[in-house]
T-cell receptor, first 117, second 112 residues
Framework: AQSVTQLGSHVSVSEGALVLLRCNYSSSVPPYLFWYVQYPNQGLQLLLKYTSAATLVKGINGFEAEFKKSETSFHLTKPSAHMSDAAEYFCAVSGQGNTGTASKLTFGTGTRLQVTL | NAGVTQTPKFQVLKTGQSMTLQCAQDMNHEYMSWYRQDPGMGLRLIHYSVGAGITDQGEVPNGYNVSRSTTEDFPLRLLSAAPSQTSVYFC???????????FGQGTRLTVV
């Protein structure tokens, strides 16, 4: 089985402050991990993904995430928040393959990021 | 480049009615899936397909059917709508399950 847990359904930061969104995963196979962003009334867009090539992954819009196997974590960070970062962020996990649990892409419950002046 | 196209965008159904949500992609993706999004619950997988002719259940399949007769299309059928199926539905496609998923704009369904 595989799952992700996102700690904190709402996170509020000031513009210019560090953004930290937490994600812990559980997987019985080597995981592929993703962060997606959803702006109001839109579908999801990929921010970044981990595919075992490098533990520190850089994505779009200045976001990055670090895969830590010992902590089963894949937290999303951005050094300086911008008003345009306000959105809902989803962590997701999959395996690789065409059968069983490995063939599912499973999402967390999401974290809504609010950016204040 | 259309990407993933979902229709309709909005739908109101009466309890007991049936309907089909359409999903089409033009990227020749093998993997397609349907999710429902409810407040506080994230995206929950309804059904998915790893290729034409192959479908499987996700975590919340009850009340829904799918088929995948072509690579491009992956319709979701509600057999007998219930108020608990009021939700926003998203279709997604990707080359494989572990590559970038592209999402449609969603269908907002209300069952009264």
């Amino acid at each position: 089985a595989q799952s992700v847990t996102q700690l904190g359904s709402h996170v509020s930061v000031s513009e210019g402050a560090l953004v930290l969104l937490r994600c812990n995963y559980s997987s019985s196979v080597p995981p592929y991990l993703f962060w997606y962003v959803q702006y109001p009334n839109q579908g999801l867009q990929l921010l970044l993904k981990y595919t075992s090539a490098a533990t520190l992954v850089k994505g779009i819009n200045g976001f990055e995430a670090e895969f830590k196997k010992s902590e089963t974590s894949f937290h999303l960070t951005k050094p300086s928040a911008h008003m345009s970062d306000a959105a809902e962020y989803f962590c997701a996990v999959s395996g690789q393959g065409n059968t069983g649990t490995a063939s599912k892409l499973t999402f967390g419950t999401g974290t809504r990021l609010q950016v204040t002046l | 480049n259309a990407g993933v196209t979902q229709t309709p965008k909005f739908q109101v159904l009466k309890t007991g009615q049936s309907m089909t949500l359409q999903c089409a992609q033009d990227m020749n993706h093998e993997y397609m899936s349907w999710y429902r999004q409810d407040p506080g619950m994230g995206l929950r997988l309804i059904h998915y397909s790893v290729g034409a002719g192959i479908t499987d259940q996700g975590e919340v399949p009850n009340g829904y059917n799918v088929s995948r007769s072509t690579t491009e299309d992956f319709p979701l059928r509600l057999l007998s709508a219930a108020p608990s199926q009021t939700s926003v539905y998203f279709c997604a496609s990707s080359l494989q399950v572990n590559t970038e998923a592209f999402f449609g704009q969603g269908t907002r369904l209300t069952v009264v």
